[in-house]
């Protein structure tokens, strides 16, 4: 995929459109932190220090099996939804899901390998794996471009907003609690105050307050002391 260009000029555009329900814009948010973090750390990473060196191993790990599920949640459920309505139009983005699912295979091997590497050759193997990680996070910024634009055209053209909501509450139904905090842990703090207090608002309202309270729990140190300090007087509660 190209940079192009006109798509800036869509900015423009896009103020002026009615929004409509983007069911890809916060766990790609997620996503696009939890991989730059990742492997920005890894890209720093002391190789002689045991200690950080199995941490940034487990940490690459972790994103892995975070990207795994991600793209069998969007497989299961996402997919269905625009081929029954389009067929054939999640197709190139499903093949390339297939060839994630081999990468991230190749990467977590890698990890592995990394982590269980003779001192005198860990410097070289971290490397390696930071140029492959990193053509894999440039791979699905481009990735995850698409589905927002492409395939969130399709979603629009034949479903309604609540529709969309529908779908999107049924995905995160299937998510087990402890991926699910995974995912607020990258997803909460790299939204913009007005989008973290609206998500936050709505779990006070329908989840258990344990989950609410863990994900403060899970937010807070993520979070400046003036962002904080906004989500403390939205949601009403003590700073
Ligand atoms: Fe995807």
Not at 215 to 222: N, S
Request: aromatic share 6%.
């Amino acid at each position: 995929m190209q940079f192009n260009p006109q798509e800036i000029s869509a900015l423009a555009q896009a103020e002026a459109a009615a929004p409509r329900m983007d069911m890809y814009a916060f766990i790609h948010k997620a996503l696009r932190a939890f991989m730059t973090d990742t492997l920005t750390g890894l890209g720093r990473m002391d190789a002689d220090d045991d200690l950080e060196l199995s941490q940034t191993g487990a940490r690459v790990l972790q994103l892995l099996d975070f990207c795994r599920s991600h793209l069998h949640h969007e497989n299961a459920f996402v997919h269905p939804a625009m081929e029954r309505h389009a067929p054939g139009s999640a197709a190139t983005v499903a093949r390339e899901h297939e060839g994630h699912e081999q990468a991230i295979a190749a990467l977590a091997a890698g990890a592995v390998q990394l982590m269980h590497c003779p001192r005198e050759r860990r410097a070289r193997v971290a490397h390696a794996l930071y140029q492959q990680l990193a053509l894999f996070v440039a791979h699905n910024f481009e990735h995850m471009h698409q589905e927002e634009t492409g395939h969130n055209a399709v979603l629009w053209a034949h479903y309604s907003d609540a529709e969309l909501a529908a779908l999107e509450g049924a995905l995160v139904a299937s998510i087990p609690p402890d991926e699910m905090m995974v995912t607020l842990r990258w997803m909460l703090p790299y939204m913009t105050p007005a989008e973290r207090a609206m998500m936050l608002g709505e779990m006070r309202r329908n989840a258990p307050p344990q989950a609410f309270e863990a994900a403060l729990g899970v937010v807070r140190p993520q979070l400046s002391p003036a962002e904080w300090g906004k989500l403390a007087r939205a949601l009403g509660l003590a700073q």
